[in-house]
């Protein structure tokens, strides 16, 4: 079974800045595409940014220029650098990774707990 653990969020002030992590662990053959999501209170959860194992990056329009993706891959993390945070970013977030196991299984999405990321105006 592959774990993603999130770490990082907190209470910030507009302006402010934090930086989310994600740990991934278990049984890990190798690890593709690795993300984060949103979910504000009332609205879907939501893409922000991802990274390829190869380092090649998508960030949404409403943040890119303020958060950064950037991953380990010998610590199997990936981590969110968020500036200039808006009172809009407050959502709890999400770590993705799409996961293989083993050489011969198939890659597959796991999620982690969420981590929530509240700023106050």
């Known amino acids: 079974q592959v774990q993603l653990v999130e770490s990082g969020g907190g209470l910030v002030q507009a302006g402010g800045s934090l930086r989310l992590s994600c740990v991934a662990s278990?049984?890990?053959?190798?690890?593709?595409?690795m993300g984060w999501y949103r979910q504000a209170p009332g609205k879907q959860r939501e893409l922000v940014a991802t990274?390829?194992?190869?380092?090649?990056?998508n960030i949404v329009d409403s943040v890119k220029g303020r958060f950064t993706i950037t991953r380990d891959n010998a610590k199997n993390t990936v981590y969110l650098q968020m500036n200039s945070l808006k009172s809009e970013d407050t959502a709890v977030y999400y770590c993705?990774?799409?996961?293989?196991?083993?050489?011969?299984?198939?890659?597959?999405?796991?999620w982690g707990q969420g981590t929530q990321v509240t700023v106050s105006s």
């Open positions: 993705n990774a799409d996961v293989r196991s083993r050489a011969w299984s198939m890659q597959r999405p796991f």
């Open positions: 990274i390829t194992n190869g380092g090649s990056t």
């Open positions: 278990g049984i890990i053959f190798s690890i593709n595409t």
